[in-house]
């Protein structure tokens, strides 16, 4: 006789269809791997009327989420309705207390509430994973919690958000400008209701600052994450950083220093030859770097209903399996809560300005940034048949705070026109 | 009180010392992450006096690792000596006989008698793991097992053996041919004592067979992956693949088919601009594609010290953290025992011939391939100094049987000087 382990599964938007239509096809193939038939006993969305392509009628009904979250009836609650507060924590919160395993998709909830709701599940004795909330069908949490569980890890990086990573490369691709794409994405239905949290680096923080958690053994702190969003890059900065050997990508990077723990998710240039540099189009890739394995490169779809299904499906199998690991891969309790890093760690960057057409205005530039003790790499100084110059910059390796004391200092100058672009170049 | 993992590691060879130096340099990470202690209680291995770089005088010695495997003071066996059968075969019988869990780097002992030893440690319920025998570093074996567990493989696909992919990347960066790479790999030590394991595909094929079982529930079954080396590519075959887009990779292919279960270690064209295509050195990618996650690629370091050494821990930490799963991901007695398939899956294919400067020879080749319902995507006759003519053809999508039907008719036309390569070309 199998075991059944009861599902109940509070969404029925994207990922929730592409998780009913995984277990109802595959049903043998889930039994055969884990020893259990995996069962959907209830559901619950906004409407239970619509046509999702998917038969759910035979399944029991809830309105609430918090009531299918306790029902008698599931073992397990599968939250895909997303959102950091409201109704996806609530019933998150309820099923744990009511002894339910929660597998989630939710990135906001956990990047903001990982570390209570870890808690709370630990003392109730019940297992919370998420592989699906980061990085979509890569089983990129398994591989830093399970894989290089014998490693210190040095560094995780990565590109997590397929939007962002479309624009910049379809900028390049077509010569388009942002604001084409943007809207280009809009149309083709690749951003959240909220933009910004696509283009503003928000939903590829969250994930950043789950990695590093895992990743260090800290609380998850997605306060501390330096967010900067692409809507700033030009098409004259891809080409400019494309002559010079590099791409642009939406980076994240989470490292521990001895000034305190990194996070960032920036633009940063990357070289155009490394695994990073030659990821297109929409596809995600996390680099995971430890003091024996080196690196590795996982790549593969950030999103979308089978990819993303497919990674929920990782988590219910591992726990009809008994694969039963703490959120963070070590109890929550010990989880320390590590020191912001006050700055970023030393980088080279790409400055772009852009200098009124006044005799000198190069050297005044030079000066402030050499009296900032910022040494130049590279410059380069591009046609301009307007009053206005563009102008390039490479820095070498550069303080953060002194970059910073720069670019504060650049206006009074009063040859340079706007706002500059600093953008770090990341050597991953 | 934390519980204790008591180890006993035979092999104290790169993997061995590099095991030994993470559990004494992490042991407090270990601890953290898996909730135990991980202790060497005793090693063994061929001399007890060698100086390793490491310490081992405080840990227990066996010179016979089949005493080491059945100690009453140790509860996981760590098999690092290598080898399909002797002593390795023999320790790690006992070992299960003895109740003990084993972990293994050993991918020869597994694909040649990996399901008598997965039934062994099923029946004795122990647990017997070896993420460390595939692709090195990269948690391949833990990403398809558990990652994608909720998918039905389509097919597996990668670059298993760093040293050939070395030898192949290199003769094109340094225009060198194999032989002088070959004899560079074994004074640089990238070889295996018997270097056929290497560049006859065999070291490689074992990952491969390991791979398709878990893959697609079937018994291991080494015998009948198609194994084709790197021996007969020349510096104009990479050149010439190159011109046409193309990168020439010993790459391992498993996929289920109508026909059966196809498994191929074969020199094969990849598109230059693909993740596999652009794996430049030593360096390992193994492409694994399922029904619902499309495409992931995982790359990384596929040997030496501390990569494979994080391989191992990623088991010894599974184990530690009650993580148990039957050997190829269900229980051995489950998995069937899949036809292999006739031949492999049409493809187009690439061939390289060198025809006598006669009048009507490329004609005679022409008609050869056109009677055995071959047709010519492409071809290129290359400048001939002496009185032999390379000629480079690229078919359409062509039956295996088709092919080996022409490539045996064509030694009659009297136009074909030497041996026909052909290469086929995979779209991954």
Redesign the interface.
Known sequence: MTDTLRLGIAGLGTVGV?VVK?IQR?AD??T????KRIEISAVSARSRDKDRGVNTAKYGWEDDPVALAVRDDIDMFVELMGGSDGPAKAATEAAIAAGKDVVTANKALLALHGQELAVAAEARNVTLRY?AAVAG???VI??LT???????ITRVAGVMNGTCNYILTQMEATGQGYNALFEECGRLGYLEADPNLDVGGIDAGHKLALLAAIAF?TRVDFDAVALQGIQSITLQDIRRAGDMGYKIKLLGVAQMTGRGLEQRMTPCLVPASS?LG?LEGGTNMVVLE????????????GA?E??T??????D???IA?????PTF???AA?LKAAPPASAASPAPYYLRLTLKDKPGALAKVATVLGDNGISIDRMRQYDHPDQDVPVLIVTHVTARPSLDAALAALPATGVVEGEPVALRIEDV
């Not at 399970?146 to 210190?152: D, K, P, Q, T």
């Open positions: 592409g995984i595959q193939l889930l055969a791997r884990t020893g592989e069908g890569i089983p398994k591989a399970e894989g290089l569980a014998g490693n210190e053994g695994p030659q430890g003091d024996s394995v080196g690196q590795i490169v996982l790549r593969g779809a979308g089978g990819p299904a497919s990674a929920v499906l990782s219910i199998c591992d399996r008994g694969i039963r690991l891969g070590q109890p010990h």
